[in-house]
């Protein structure tokens, strides 16, 4: 295979768990064409035809069948891969950051927000910068 397409992969779960060109397309947002072309690339590059006709319907070969829950299992550690993890916990946090502004800001500003980090994000040191704008 002289290039890898990990999409291949998404359409092979769908059409292996549908089917169906039709389901798989409505599937994956594409269209019935679309999803017969990429179907005649799987066919090509696994050298198996895949799905073929049974009166009105495709069906499995053995050999798709055989696939069948490798693929599925390889595209949801993908999907779980690729999914963003739970949000940041900031009572977990170890960083510094710098806060740069005015005198008469950083009076209002600082103990507020010193009170609130200490409060949800005590690994989280605040360095206040004078304002240094030239003008």
């Known amino acids: 295979m002289e ?6 992969l998404v359409a092979l779960d769908a059409l292996l768990d549908t089917n169906s ?8 947002h594409t269209s019935p064409p679309a999803m017969s072309r990429t179907l005649a690339k799987l066919r090509s590059v696994l050298g198996d035809p895949l799905l073929v006709r049974a009166g009105r319907n495709l069906v499995p070969t053995p050999r798709a069948l055989e696939l069948r829950y490798e693929v599925s299992t390889l ?4 999907r779980a891969l690729l999914t963003p993890r739970n949000e940041l916990d900031p009572a977990a946090l170890r960083r510094t950051f710098a806060v740069q502004a005015g005198d008469m800001v950083l009076t209002e500003l600082a103990g507020p927000l010193l009170s609130a980090v200490r409060a949800q994000a005590p690994g989280v040191t605040l360095r206040f910068l004078p304002d240094t704008l030239e003008g």
Do not use: I, K, S
């Open 3 to 8: 290039a890898l397409d990990m999409n291949l």
């Open 75 to 78: 595209v949801e550690q993908g």
């Open 21 to 28: 060109v039709t389901l798989a397309a409505q599937r994956l």
